[in-house]
């Protein structure tokens, strides 16, 4: 029952912070985007290459893992290894990453909640390991754009899958600025706007006019 005396400044416990969430990659791999199809794939790319440059500077766990990395389908993205360089991922055979125990545990060691998860496919890489860890209590927050299924229905229909199974969606765009939440947090605002103007499009363009033509921190 909502109680008007109870009515604070005070964000929701709902929401994604440093020190609740952990970053899930999911086989972002050459094999995998071969046949990705729901959308671009260079726009897939450059989401995911935002989404772990957020990680990296909100000091967000990362895990990152493949799928049969050596016999079929291939190393990390180059792109989001390099955000990482002395992050080994964890390799697999199994399709739902959450049957892996070195995975799990890797996951569990963070200590953390919320899961942010993105990979490819969709339909299978992303859905199986989102409703295993939801069952186990975990909260899912699923980004829709740094994943990609094999057509459009097959990434579609498994987001509606997690959905009505509990998780989260997402974009790449909203997590960073979640994380952020507040202009006046000065020790991330710098990466944040070189984040943005490097990988948010029309949006880091608009930061560099305003930067260029108002001054250093127009742009919040």
């Not at 671009?40 to 935002?50: C, E, F, K, L, P």
């Not at 291939?74 to 360089?85: I, M, R, S």
């Not at 490819?120 to 989102?130: H, S």
């Amino acid at each position: 029952m909502f109680d008007v005396t109870q009515v604070h400044a005070a964000p929701s416990a709902d929401l994604l912070t440093p020190d609740n969430s952990v970053m899930l990659f999911v086989d972002h791999q050459p094999q995998m985007f071969f046949g990705t199809g729901s959308g671009d794939r260079t726009a897939i790319i450059n989401s995911t290459v935002g989404l772990a440059k957020a990680a990296r500077a909100f000091g967000v766990p990362a895990v990152l893992t493949t799928v049969a990395a050596e016999s079929f389908s291939g190393p990390l993205l180059p792109q989001l290894a390099a955000v990482f360089p002395d992050r080994k991922p964890i390799d697999r055979t199994s399709m739902n990453a959450w049957e892996d125990e070195a995975l799990v545990e890797a996951v569990r060691a963070t200590g953390r909640k919320k899961i942010v998860l993105s990979g490819l496919w969709t339909e299978v890489c992303l859905v199986l390991p989102a409703l295993s860890a939801l069952e186990q209590g975990y909260e899912v927050y699923v980004v829709t754009d740094a994943s990609g299924g094999v057509t459009p229905a097959a990434h579609e229909h498994a987001l509606q899958r997690m959905i009505a199974a509990g998780a989260v969606p997402v974009t790449w765009v909203q997590v960073l600025l979640e994380l952020q939440r507040d202009w006046a947090r000065q020790d991330t605002y710098g990466a944040v706007m070189e984040i943005v103007k490097e990988h948010a499009g029309a949006y880091g363009l608009g930061v560099v006019y305003a930067q260029t033509v108002i001054g250093a921190h127009a742009a919040g």
